[in-house]
């Protein structure tokens, strides 16, 4: 478990601010706390305080780093992703990050014009390391958004995974996994950028996009 308890280069949970949060999300009764306790505290600060903005995606090195999405309220799933696997080793519970390709059916129009494409590739969740077992979560779509979608917002025990509803309220469909990239300690970078480029090559033909309602910043 070593690995998914230290500090890796983004999922840094060493930083200053990222130690700080951690403490500041589970109160000073937290000794006392189960690490599913802590768990689901920390999932549901990250999943309801930073907004779910797909629109702002910067891929250099800095923006990436879990302390990076500490200086703003909005961040797409990856991010999310990352901070709460951060906060999860600050606060001494073993985390890691898992990536898989999505396809959206709902809300998506604007994303899937600037994509060319309605299926996401590396979307980012969180696993944790709980009673002996390892646990998915995707923190990424904050409560008020789901309202606004249509969709139940995940919930998150700490016993059973918790990943992108199937289904909205209606029962029409919303989101499916096509494909599982798998788990890392941290993010795969090299891997992430090779396939973000096969599947939207022309933004990397353009060297990123930058439009008034949305950027896709790469190196």
């Known amino acids: 478990m070593k690995e998914y308890l230290e500090p890796a280069y983004y999922v840094d949970s060493d930083h200053e601010g990222i130690v700080s949060l951690a403490k500041s999300i589970l109160d000073a009764n937290s000794d006392r706390e ?15 305080q930073y907004f779910y903005d797909p629109y702002k995606i910067d891929l250099t090195d800095e923006a990436l780093k ?11 799933c990856g991010e999310k992703a990352c901070l709460l696997a951060a906060l999860g080793r600050a606060a001494g519970i073993p985390s890691r990050l898992a990536f898989a390709r999505v396809t959206n059916h709902i809300g998506t129009s604007k994303l899937e014009e ?28 904050n409560a008020g958004l789901c309202e606004k979608l249509g969709v139940e917002p995940l919930e998150f025990n700490g016993v059973d995974d918790s990943i992108f509803q199937e289904f909205d ?10 494909h599982d990239y798998g788990n890392f300690p941290d993010i795969p970078k090299e891997f992430m950028m090779s396939e973000l480029e096969k599947f939207y090559p022309h933004v990397f033909e353009l060297k990123g996009i930058q439009t008034p309602e949305a950027y896709f910043i790469i190196d």
């Open 34 to 48: 189960s690490h599913t306790e802590k768990a689901i505290k920390l999932y549901l600060y990250v999943r309801d």
């Open 66 to 76: 879990a302390s990076h999405l500490l200086t703003r309220s909005y961040g797409y």
């Open 114 to 141: 600037l994509l060319k494409s309605n299926e996401l590739v590396f979307h980012g969740t969180t696993e944790f390391y709980l009673n002996e077992k390892w646990v998915k979560c995707t923190p990424a779509f």
């Open 169 to 178: 309220k209606s029962g029409g469909k919303y989101m499916e996994y096509t």
